[in-house]
């Protein structure tokens, strides 16, 4: 079993920045894709971005260019780098991780509030 702690969350006024890291307590190397996800009030969870265990990413549409999703694998951490953002970005932000034949892994969340 593999717990996700998420953590980096705050306040933050518009076009500032945050970084939120993902902790995993176990090795992430067997994991084959990780990724985050947003849940604003009132809204479905949505994508944010995804990293493979190869290191290609994939980004929604409305964070491409401003979001930056890593992995260190040597600290088992996976990170969202958030620059320029807005208030729309204010959401619960939640780490995923997917390995084979397993169902998929969630934190518990970090919020995100961006003040306008």
């Known amino acids: 079993q593999v717990q996700l702690v998420e953590s980096g969350g705050g306040l933050v006024q518009a076009g500032g920045s945050l970084t939120l890291s993902c902790a995993a307590s176990g090795t992430i190397l067997r994991m084959n894709l990780m990724g985050w996800y947003r849940q604003a009030p009132g809204k479905q969870r949505e994508l944010v971005a995804t990293i493979t265990r190869g290191g290609s990413t994939q980004y929604a549409n409305s964070v491409k260019g401003r979001f930056s999703i890593s992995r260190d694998n040597t600290k088992n951490t996976v990170y969202l780098q958030m620059n320029s953002l807005k208030p729309e970005d204010t959401a619960v932000y939640y780490c995923?991780?997917?390995?084979?034949?397993?169902?998929?892994?969630w934190g518990q969340g970090t919020r995100v509030t961006v003040s306008s």
């Open positions: 995923n991780a997917e390995a084979t034949m397993t169902s998929p892994y």
